[in-house]
């Protein structure tokens, strides 16, 4: 079991950027697939981005592709996601996702979860 806070969240008008961090305990931090979700109130938890445990695997939602970057940091325990030309409809709370030895794009994947931090994009 891995516990996860997320930071970064934060107003921002439309076309700016924000980067949410993750910060993982545990000493095993590169054994964990690490994904990226989102929800709005009143809709199911939608995935945005993934990335495997050494990095050199990502996966992103076709909303967020070529906009958003996830990263890890396994120094650091922490998974960042690097958002640009935001949008409004990109307005909701993310989450950070942890699975051990697995990495994908659906969230019953993930046994532990962060408890979100909220991004909201003014137009």
């Known amino acids: 079991q891995v516990q996860l806070v997320e930071s970064g969240g934060g107003l921002v008008q439309a076309g700016g950027s924000l980067r949410l961090s993750c910060a993982a305990s545990?000493?095993?931090?590169?054994?964990?697939?690490m994904g990226w979700f989102r929800q709005t109130p009143g809709k199911e938890r939608m995935f945005v981005a993934a990335?495997?445990?050494?990095?050199?695997?990502?996966y992103y939602s076709d909303s967020v592709k070529g906009r958003f970057t996830i990263s890890r940091d396994n120094a650091k325990n922490t998974v960042y996601l690097q958002m640009n030309s935001l949008k409004p409809e990109d307005t909701a709370v993310y989450y950070c996702?942890?699975?051990?030895?697995?990495?994908?794009?659906?969230?019953?994947?993930?046994?532990?979860w962060g408890q979100g931090t909220q991004v909201t994009v003014s137009s």
């Open positions: 996702a942890a699975a051990y030895l697995r990495t994908g794009i659906q969230s019953n994947v993930y046994l532990d």
């Open positions: 990335i495997s445990g050494n990095g050199a695997r990502t």
């Open positions: 545990g000493r095993t931090f590169s054994s964990y697939g």
